[in-house]
């Protein structure tokens, strides 16, 4: 069964699920939005303490492996296909405090949240919004990560980020 996009008077694509509010400018944000509605999970995880927790994407999945289960380095797709993970031997380390992440978006996240407090303005869950580009967030570590992305930085900020990213 296909995904039915409706958009409404300001030319955003609303969600269809009755109940939901949720609204999106991106058509692809709003399909995975439906997948989780619908329970559309090709990857999942079966190790123990994950309850079969789903993903929809191939590369969350990974990241997933890579972070909770860092000790298998092959990981089941499907039903029989077997893969080496490309995060697995993945390690990102904070030059600021020597902190470990096994992603880059929990590195450029951690790296914000701590160290970065001249650079990006706290979240504010009033008014959870890029102050750049004024887009909103519903979790602190999404606007987060959007915002070093997003807010210019200095030469400091872009050097230490640049060291920690080429740090794998």
């Keep these: 069964m296909g ?19 949720f609204v999106s400018k991106q058509q692809n944000t709003m399909c995975y939005h439906m997948k989780r509605h619908n329970s559309d999970f090709k990857f999942t995880c079966k190790e123990s303490g994950c309850n079969n927790m789903g993903f929809i994407q191939k590369s969350a999945y990974f990241h997933h492996m890579a972070a909770k289960h860092p000790t298998l380095k092959e990981i089941t797709l499907g039903s029989d296909e077997k893969v080496v993970n490309p995060y697995i031997n993945k390690v990102y380390t904070c030059t600021v405090c020597n902190h470990t992440c096994r992603t880059k978006a929990n590195a450029l996240v951690h790296y914000a949240r701590l160290h970065s407090n001249d650079w990006i303005p706290a979240y504010n869950k ?13 979790s602190i570590a999404s606007y987060l990560y959007h915002c070093t992305g997003c807010i210019p930085a200095n030469k400091t900020h872009r050097d230490i980020i640049s ?3 080429d740090s794998v």
């Design 3 to 21: 995904i039915e996009y409706v958009k409404n008077a300001d030319e955003e694509f609303v969600c269809q699920h009755k109940g939901c509010t």
């Design 126 to 138: 009033d008014s959870p919004d890029c102050p750049s580009c004024k887009k909103g967030f519903q």
């Design 163 to 165: 060291r920690m990213i």
